[in-house]
Every structure is written in C-alpha cells, then in structure tokens.
C-alpha cells in the first residue's frame, strides 16, 4: 500500500458505512459500543495482518542471512583448503631441492643413523633391503684400507 493513512481511513469508513446503513440516526447514535466493537476488530485484524507480515520479513531477511553466512563460509573453507595444499607443493619442493643436493656420503651417514635408532628399541629382528649392502660400501672400502672413491 503506497498510501497507508488514507487505506486505514478508507477500510474504517466502508466498515462504519456498513454497520451504519442499516441504522436509522437514533440507533446509530445509542448503538455506538456496537460501532466500536466493529471498529477494533478491524483494527485487530489489521495488526494480525501487519504482524504476520513483519514475521513473514523477517524470517526471509534471517534465511538470507544463513544463506550468506554459509556461502562465505564455504568460500573461506575453500580457499583455506588452497593455501594448505600450496604451502604443502612449496614444502615438498624445498625438500626435493634438498635432496638433489646430498650425495652418497651423506645419505650413508642417515641410514647408519637410522641403523642406530633400529638397534635401540625393542625389536628383535631387522629386515634389510638388499641394496642397503651397496649403501655400506664406502665404508667397508675405508675399514679395508681403501679409499672410499677407489672402492668396487
């Protein structure tokens, strides 16, 4: 209703019309708590009317809300979930770099230290690849007297 105040007024003056058409004036004029019980419960019925509408707002504007709540959300989870996996892929090519870098000394080195570690907890039996032999040749080669580059 773009005009209220003249919508009111024009519901209040048809339902006045109908209840007093029927009336001659004198019993229009003793009748007037029968008038106003006509009158309120217009006026009851508008503000039923009014008040679902303002729940009916309300309960979209809240829905719209929670529907833009949970987009943002997934959005945030989304691209959270992006910069987990690139820091991942940046991690995982920093070791890569690293690792092109060690030579066979160094990765005979890890794996004696990791035989050290085997050997200090409570395991009674070992499982060796065979190329770790092949590993532990520099090492046999020094503990034979030849230098670890002329080794076989």
Do not use: C, H, W
Not at 34 to 59: F, H, P, W, Y
Not at 66 to 86: N, P, T, Y
Not at 122 to 127: I, M
């Amino acid at each position: 209703v773009g005009n209220f105040a003249g919508a009111a007024q024009g519901i209040a003056t048809t339902g006045l019309r109908a209840v007093i058409g029927d009336l001659s004036l004198d019993e229009a004029l003793t009748q007037r708590d029968r008038i106003n019980q006509v009158m309120s419960a217009e006026r009851s019925r508008r503000a039923l009317v009014t008040e679902a509408d303002g729940k009916k707002q309300a309960a979209i504007t809240i829905a719209e809300g929670e529907k833009q709540s949970a987009i943002l959300k997934a959005e945030g989870d989304r691209q959270a979930a992006i910069l987990r996996a690139e820091g991942f892929s940046l991690a995982l090519d920093r070791i890569f770099s690293s690792a092109k870098t060690v030579d066979t000394n160094t990765m005979s080195l890890q794996y004696l230290e990791a035989l050290k570690a085997l050997g200090a907890g409570p395991a009674t039996k070992f499982v060796f690849p065979m190329e770790f032999t092949k590993l532990l040749e520099p090492f046999m080669g020094g503990v034979r007297g030849i230098p670890p580059e002329r080794t076989p």
